[in-house]
Nanobody, 129 residues
Framework: QLRLVESGGGLVQPGGSLRLSCTAS????????IAWFRQAPGKEREAISA????????YYLNSVKGRFTISRDNAKNTGYLQMNNLKSEDTAVYFC??????????????????????WGQGTRVFVSS
């Protein structure tokens, strides 16, 4: 049973950067696709990025392309989301989730609760001046 813990959220000014981490315990992230989701106040949870384990393929929501970078370090059992040039509309609770060996585009085909095998508790990101 994997346990995922996100960290790295906080308050940042527009244009600033944050790096979110998703650290797993209780098992290995090997063979799991890692995805990041976010849920803004009053909105549904949406998938913003995903990374496959075997081929390193990635997915990005259009609104974060060129600003966010997903990565993983299996040796550290951790996934990352580097977020640059943050905007007020990036304010949300960010969640990581993992699913066994799913293609990255699968995050766009099902609802979030249908996708992940395991979820973290979320970390808040607040972008404001």
């Amino acid at each position: 049973q994997l346990r995922l813990v996100e960290s790295g959220g906080g308050l940042v000014q527009p244009g600033g950067s944050l790096r979110l981490s998703c650290t797993a315990s209780g098992g290995s992230l090997d063979h799991y696709t890692i995805a990041w989701f976010r849920q803004a106040p009053g909105k549904e949870r949406e998938a913003i990025s995903a990374i496959h384990d075997f081929d390193g393929s990635t997915y990005y929501l259009n609104s974060v392309k060129g600003r966010f970078t997903i990565s993983r370090d299996n040796a550290k059992n951790t996934g990352y989301l580097q977020m640059n040039n943050l905007k007020s509309e990036d304010t949300a609770v960010y969640f990581c989730s993992v699913a066994y060996n799913l293609e990255v585009l699968s995050v766009t085909l099902v609802t979030p609760d249908q996708w992940g095998d395991y979820w973290g508790q979320g970390t808040r990101v607040f972008v404001s001046s």
